[in-house]
Nanobody
Framework: VQLQASGGGLVQPGGSLRLSCAAS????????MGWFRQAPGKEREAVSC????????YYGDSVKDRFTISRDNAKNTVYLQMNSLKPEDTAVYYC???????????????????WGQGTQVTVSS
């Protein structure tokens, strides 16, 4: 299993970024996907997760109505569109995956099996 996250960078408050996670080495269609983040000195936080097939999604309270998760099974890629970014969104963002067909909420709360390397997102003026 390989997960390659990209798209991080430095953005001003109020700006947008789109993270991508390219997956390989497993049957993407049968795996749920998620994004998690960890800021310095803080615990890892579930940002958003999406089920494998029918797009059942979960969003953490801090990102609801600002972030959108999506997946393209033809490209084996999951995306995180981040709008109205705030300084408190600064963190290393990780994509992760786990087999099964539960809801996005299940995966964000009960964890994932495989993790990619992170991509740094910095929101600062």
């Amino acid at each position: 299993v390989q997960l390659q996250a990209s798209g991080g960078g430095l953005v001003q408050p109020g700006g947008s970024l789109r993270l991508s996670c390219a997956a390989s080495g497993f049957d993407f269609d049968y795996y749920a996907m998620g994004w998690f983040r960890q800021a310095p000195g803080k615990e890892r936080e579930a940002v958003s997760c999406i089920s494998r097939s029918d797009g059942r999604t979960y969003y953490g309270d801090s990102v609801k109505d600002r972030f959108t998760i999506s997946r393209d099974n033809a490209k084996n890629t999951v995306y995180l569109q981040m709008n109205s970014l705030k300084p408190e969104d600064t963190a290393v963002y990780y994509c992760a995956t786990k087999a099964g067909d539960y809801s996005g909420s299940y995966y964000c709360h009960y964890g994932m099996d495989y993790w990619g390397q992170g991509t740094q997102v910095t929101v600062s003026s």
